[in-house]
């Protein structure tokens, strides 16, 4: 899902960071972002019009890179679904991203909004991907 989001932005010339959890017993940091990557190359409908957007996405993890959400202006999270593993990450981008940027949540229940502090709120906001991913979205 992640991958996919990524591509879809890339696609319209963003560069973007594509970040995940480090895996156990992996030697690269980054393997799970690179497998997502992977994945979303092969997967059909295609993610990726070209090699050009492919490019654009720099993988990265969640402990070594979480800083990079400071240069960034629409900060996308799409991580499992489990509302502790969400809670836990929106404090770390709390804590890390610019002013003004926007903090779309991947999130099949949206009641998840209502756990927020009322503080955060006013820059987070719902994003829904039409099927097949990443053809449409829609904010609310
Ligand atoms: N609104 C919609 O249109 C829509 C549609 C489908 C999915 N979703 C939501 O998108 C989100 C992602 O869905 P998915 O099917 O890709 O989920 P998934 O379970 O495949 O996991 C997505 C990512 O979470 C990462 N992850 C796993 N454990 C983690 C942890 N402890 N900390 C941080 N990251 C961790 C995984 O490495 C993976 O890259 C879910 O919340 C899902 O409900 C929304």
């Not at 480090?22 to 295609?46: E, F, H, T």
């Not at 890390?96 to 779309?104: I, L, Q, T």
Request: aromatic share 8%; net charge positive.
């Amino acid at each position: 899902m992640g991958a996919r989001i990524a591509a879809h932005f890339a696609n319209a010339g963003f560069p973007v960071d594509l970040l995940d959890i480090v895996l156990p017993g992996q030697p690269k940091r980054n393997a799970a972002a690179l497998a997502g990557i992977d994945s979303a190359s092969k997967q059909r409908p295609v993610a990726f019009f070209t090699d050009a957007a492919k490019a654009l996405i720099t993988p990265g993890n969640f402990e070594d890179d979480l800083s990079r959400v400071g240069r960034c202006e629409w900060i996308v999270e799409a991580v499992a679904e489990d509302l502790e593993i969400k809670r836990s990450l929106w404090r770390r981008v709390a804590a890390r991203r610019a002013p003004g940027s926007a903090y779309p949540s991947r999130r099949t229940r949206c009641s998840s909004f209502s756990a927020l502090p009322r503080g955060w709120r006013r820059w987070r906001c719902g994003s829904c991907t039409s099927a097949p991913t990443s053809t449409s979205t829609t904010l609310w």
